[in-house]
């Protein structure tokens, strides 16, 4: 079967945005062990480390409790509570520290009233939404024909690309947050400063891989689209 440049190049989007979503997870998983290998030198488990913080920022009302799950920790909003796996709550490493303390990034976010987790926030019932109705539409616009099941596409992955783009810049404040306060509050010691930030940044470079990722995947079924006929 001969295929025509085209398809060709959608195949070869499609690689690239799998691979750069691979190797984002593979840099997370091995800086996240390698900060699991360090223990923190000032002795504090993250809970401890997230207690510390939230106190000091007149968040008292903030709870710290663990979840399920392994790297599932996040900041719940709406209930004001911080969520940490259990590697996270109970771990003294460098890693338990970096992750706790972004987790608390998003809790002085929302204490600040920060305007891309407003907007954010806003945006997840919306999206939620679309996406279910979506889901729908595509089911039945494959009796349709190519174009319906395209259009809808394309329709779905715009949102999420929107969603990832008011995403990103929330991510990164809360790293941001979260590396001061480590060393307003001295949560490690000053030698584990650049282990802390590395785990971060591999992070945050997850959403930055899946916001190119969804760029890739929208550029392929623009290219389907044209060359539908």
């Known amino acids: 079967m001969i295929y025509g440049l085209e398809t060709i190049f959608t195949l070869f989007l499609a690689l690239i945005a799998f691979v750069i979503v691979i190797a984002a997870q593979v840099y997370l998983s091995s800086t996240y062990k390698k900060g699991k290998e360090v223990r923190n030198s000032v002795g504090l488990s993250g809970c401890e480390v997230a207690r510390k913080i939230l106190d000091s920022n007149g968040l008292t009302d903030v709870y710290v409790v663990q979840t399920e799950g392994t790297l599932s920790d996040h900041y719940d909003p709406k209930r004001k509570v911080i ?11 460098v890693a338990a520290a970096a992750v706790a303390a972004h987790e608390c990034g998003h809790a002085i976010q929302d204490k600040d009233n920060y305007t891309f987790m407003r907007i954010r926030g806003a945006l997840v019932p919306f999206v939620n939404l679309i996406t279910y ?3 729908i539409a595509l089911i039945i616009s494959l009796f349709a024909g190519i174009t ?3 259009t809808i596409s394309i329709g779905l992955i715009i949102v999420a690309l929107v969603f990832q783009f008011i995403t990103l810049p929330v991510e990164f404040d809360a790293s941001r947050r979260a590396l001061n306060e480590i060393e ?4 490690v010691a000053p030698n584990e400063h650049e282990l802390s930030k590395t785990v971060l940044r591999a ?3 997850t959403y930055v891989a899946s916001l190119i990722s969804t760029i890739l995947d929208l550029l392929r079924l623009v290219i389907m689209f044209n060359d539908r006929d």
């Open 133 to 135: 109705i979506g889901y």
């Open 83 to 93: 969520r940490l796996s259990k590697d996270i709550f109970h771990g003294t490493t």
């Open 148 to 150: 319906g099941y395209l």
């Open 184 to 187: 307003r509050l001295s949560l």
């Open 203 to 205: 992070a945050a470079l």
